[in-house]
């Protein structure tokens, strides 16, 4: 019984909700390794059933930082090492500003600004010499982790910026994967020295953990095989459905 385990105590939750997280965060990254983008969001959203608010984004990142790490481990040889470079000085920089303001901000007026920068980048004819120069790719980083110490899953905000630097499905999902395990492993480190106590979940964490990247593994092999065209839809796709959630919850906490 995984609610009896010592590991698993500390987390009060029933064994079914237990189990049932950890097969969400087999299917979500499954999801994830297949189309690039959307476990994330779905994962959150599947936490926030069950998890407390004040636990659930240092959480999530946790579990996140390492479905990500395995995925970009197991994509390592299509990640551009150049743009990670450019989104970890936004990343630092991001992270350290949102530390200071964590309790600041509205959550809800943050997912507004997020789902229409997202929309923006992913459907407007925004000058090339904007998505081309490097200072883009920066600056979307330290958006997206200075919006992600309040609203968790920033994911679409970073693929949206680098999935038209690069020409391959591969390339991607391995470069957004290892973007985002830094974008959590900083996340982490922030949310440790405000005080939240990560050893009651390492039980569920390292289970997620695991069967996330299980998942990873069963949906690479259909990124593997999947169209580039058909591939690149569903990816703007998933993008643009996930940015109006984040819109429509944001307006609708305001409203």
Not at 103 to 116: D, F, G, K, R, Y
Not at 142 to 160: D, R
Not at 211 to 232: I, N, P, Q
Not at 234 to 241: E, N, Q
Request: glycine share 12%; hydrophobic share 60%; net charge positive.
């Amino acid at each position: 019984m995984l609610e009896t385990l010592p590991l698993f105590a500390h987390t009060q939750l029933s064994e079914v909700t237990l189990w049932g997280l950890i097969i969400a965060s087999f299917f979500t990254s499954a999801f994830t390794a297949a189309f690039g983008i959307g476990g994330g969001v779905t994962l959150l959203a599947i936490l926030g059933m069950v998890i407390p608010v004040t636990t659930l984004i240092p959480l999530h990142g946790t579990v996140q930082l390492g479905s990500n790490a395995g995925r970009a481990w197991h994509l390592r040889k299509h990640i551009n090492w150049r743009l990670i470079g450019l989104i970890l000085l936004g990343t630092i920089a991001g992270t350290l500003v949102g530390s200071q303001i964590v309790i600041a901000l509205p959550e809800a007026l943050l997912q507004i600004i997020l789902a229409l920068f997202i929309l923006a980048i992913t459907w407007l004819p925004i000058p090339r010499l904007v998505t081309n120069a490097d200072s883009a790719i920066g600056v979307g980083a330290f958006i997206a982790s200075l919006a992600g110490m309040f609203v968790g899953a920033t994911g679409p905000l970073i693929a949206g910026l680098i999935s038209g630097k690069i020409a391959n499905r591969q390339g991607v999902v391995a470069t957004h994967a290892a973007a985002m395990t830094l974008s959590h492993a900083l996340k982490i480190i922030a949310f440790g020295f405000l005080g939240f106590a990560f050893t009651n979940w390492l039980g569920l964490i390292g289970a997620m953990i695991l069967s996330g990247y299980l998942g990873t593994r069963a949906g690479s092999k259909l990124l593997h095989v999947m169209d580039e065209t058909l591939f690149r839809k569903i990816f703007r796709v998933i993008i643009t459905a996930l940015a109006l959630l984040m819109l429509f919850s944001g307006a609708r906490s305001i409203l």
